[in-house]
């Protein structure tokens, strides 16, 4: 783990939303909202926020499976912004993406066969009897039985689809998986197997992983890395481990006492944050955070804290760190 295969500044999505009657002209959904981050080769980069903080477009935009409004998304040595629409097929081949739920993602009319050789076919890898071989390896490597492939995907439980839907982004010998949600859509007893296969397969195949999830128990076993969004931001960014003990943002605190311990020592106080997450066609002045954090300070209504160091790797964006302040600020504050 050394170099970044993955290297994401100020990306932003926007979305227009559209004019009522006396609505606000030009006025956007900021889903992504100037997001930066690296992922290093053969690392599981956990992204973790509520539901509609931004984590999904994210994961898309970085792929430009949806067009960014603004950013670099540098992968494997190549701007990806600036590809051609052809070169981005090509691509495509080493990042590849796993969906939440596998079974609108898994075309129904299609044999696990046919939906596991569409992407050689595509791209042109191999004759029939190579692909055939091919198709019989990654069956093996998730866990699936050849007679599955006649099968069609409703025939399958969600756990076996899932396996489908990672065979499939397997197929084209990816550097890069971005996995949205993979296991949300689980029973809890399945998610540890497909968390566990997933493991599995970044070891034997090198992989590196851009891991999406709502909570954090759930990227608490695979990730090494974990950046925390709110509202289209990303507010901390640390390894797993000071992530877990020593949480920066009042946001990761509360997100974090919400994750059951079973042992009692470790056990936080529950930290209940009071009111919604505001509209991301609205979001707060100063620090999106300021309406629900149980830590508020005047300056946080008035200004936005940077994404900044609080410490070797750690970053934070919260005004109860200084540094997060720009120098001029610190001045006069
Ligand atoms: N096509 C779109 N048009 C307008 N707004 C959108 C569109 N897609 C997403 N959004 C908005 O952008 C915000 C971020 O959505 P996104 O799906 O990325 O969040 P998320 O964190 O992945 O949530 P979830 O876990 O529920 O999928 C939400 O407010 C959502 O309503």
Sequence with gaps: MSEPLLQVEHLKKYYPIERKWFGKQGAVVKAVDDISFSVMQGETFGLVGESGCGKSTTGRALLRLIEPTGGQVRFDGTELTALSAKELRMKRRDMQIVFQDPFSSLDPRHTVQRILEEPLIVHGIGDRQERQRMIRELTDVVGLAQSHLQRYPHQFSGGQRQRIGIARALSLRPKLIVADEPVSAL???????????????????GLTYLFIAHDLSVVK??????????LGRIIEIAEKDKLYSAPRHPYTQALL?????????????????QGEVPSPADAPVGCAFHTRCPKVMDICRARRPELAETGEGHLAACHLYPDTLQEDERIHS
């Design 187 to 205: 029973d809890v007893s399945i998610q540890s197997q497909v968390i566990n296969l997933l493991q599995d397969l970044q070891e034997e195949f």
């Design 221 to 230: 076993h695979i990730s090494d890395r974990i950046a925390v969004m709110y």
């Design 257 to 273: 006492s919400a994750v059951p311990e079973p042992d009692p020592d470790m056990r936080r106080a529950r930290i209940l944050l």
